[in-house]
Nanobody, 122 residues
């Protein structure tokens, strides 16, 4: 089992930047693919980005492509989400999740963090 803890969410102005972190205490973390998802009030949870266990593959939702970057440091058991040129539409609770399958589908992810709130003011 993998326990995930997100951090870094806060209030930021539109056009600004933010970096989220997803940390795990287990060394097995480095064998999992990691995804970031988000859920805005009144909306379904949606895929944002994913990174393979090695970091060699990444996938982005069209809505964040070119603005967000996912990366990982397996020595630190941490995955990062760098978010630039933030928009009010990016306001949501952001979750990281771990999966044994590289996927953008929520149902493929077995372990989830508690989420961190990102609020973008316009």
């Amino acid at each position: 089992q993998v326990q995930l803890v997100e951090s870094g969410g806060r209030l930021v102005q539109a056009g600004g930047s933010l970096r989220l972190s997803c940390a795990a205490s287990e060394r097995t973390f480095r064998s999992y693919h990691i995804g970031w998802f988000r859920q805005a009030p009144g909306k379904e949870r949606e895929f944002v980005t994913a990174i393979s266990w090695s970091g060699g593959m990444t996938t982005y939702a069209d809505s964040v492509k070119g603005r967000f970057t996912i990366s990982r440091d397996n020595a630190k058991n941490t995955v990062y989400l760098q978010m630039n040129i933030l928009k009010s539409a990016d306001t949501a609770v952001y979750y990281c999740a771990a999966s044994g399958t590289y996927s953008s589908e929520i149902r493929q992810y077995d372990y989830w963090g508690q989420g961190t709130q990102v609020t973008v003011s316009s």
